[in-house]
Nanobody, 115 residues
Framework: QVQLVESGGGSVQPGGSLRLSCQAS????????MGWYRQTPGKEREVVATIDRDGRAGIEDAVKGRFTISRDNAKSTVYLQMNSLKPDDTAVYYC?????????WGQGTQVTVSS
């Protein structure tokens, strides 16, 4: 089993910044890639960014240039630095860790961008 605990969400004005953290625990040796997804009411969960154990990252076009994903393997933690936030970034953000047999998800953290 793998447990994922997110932190760092909140409310911010447009143009502001937030940093999300996701700490993994449990059978973390079975996990390579970790990532961040987001979801708004009535829409499917969508990928935002992913990063593997070697630091190879992928960022979705909608956030490229504004969001950065990073990882500290020693702390079993993945981060999402979000800059120049827009109202369209408002969503619940979920940490994700896929394994060969199932997906692991965090509980989600709300990010609200509003003036």
């Amino acid at each position: 089993q793998v447990q994922l605990v997110e932190s760092g969400g909140g409310s911010v004005q447009p143009g502001g910044s937030l940093r999300l953290s996701c700490q993994a625990s449990g059978d973390i040796g079975s996990i390579n890639t970790m990532g961040w997804y987001r979801q708004t009411p009535g829409k499917e969960r969508e990928v935002v960014a992913t990063i593997d154990r070697d630091g190879r990252a992928g960022i979705e076009d909608a956030v490229k240039g504004r969001f950065t994903i990073s990882r500290d393997n020693a702390k079993s933690t993945v981060y999402l630095q979000m800059n120049s936030l827009k109202p369209d970034d408002t969503a619940v953000y979920y940490c994700n860790a896929p394994r060969w047999d199932r997906q692991y998800w965090g509980q989600g953290t709300q990010v609200t961008v509003s003036s």
